[in-house]
């Protein structure tokens, strides 16, 4: 029973089973899994109840606040734990979501 669930949930774009495999992806792809992490502070775009640190090319942003993190219209989102919605043509990163960005595009 539990994998048929994983075999249906891996070709389900969202799904847990499909969001792990592709977080493996891009830490493989980045090469994140021994580097070095620095903490981040001083974003414009990024309120300080948000979590944010670096790791290698990747700013991983932890919003931990009651309300949306608007990203900047160039930003180039690698991952993320729940869907983003978009409003005026940027992504918000709603409450309690993980997301995973290329660094270059939003510092």
Known sequence: ????????????????TATVRHAAHVRHEYNL????????TGLEWCPPQT????VRGVLVVVNTSDSPVTLPAEAKVLLSSQPLRQ????????????????ATTVA
């Open 1 to 16: 029973m539990v994998a048929e669930h994983t075999q249906v949930q891996s070709s389900q774009f969202g799904s847990p």
């Open 51 to 54: 979590l944010s640190f670096l």
């Open 33 to 40: 899994a021994c580097a070095p992490l620095a903490f981040v």
């Open 87 to 102: 409003e005026g043509g940027r992504l918000l990163v709603p409450p309690a979501t993980t997301t995973w960005l290329e």
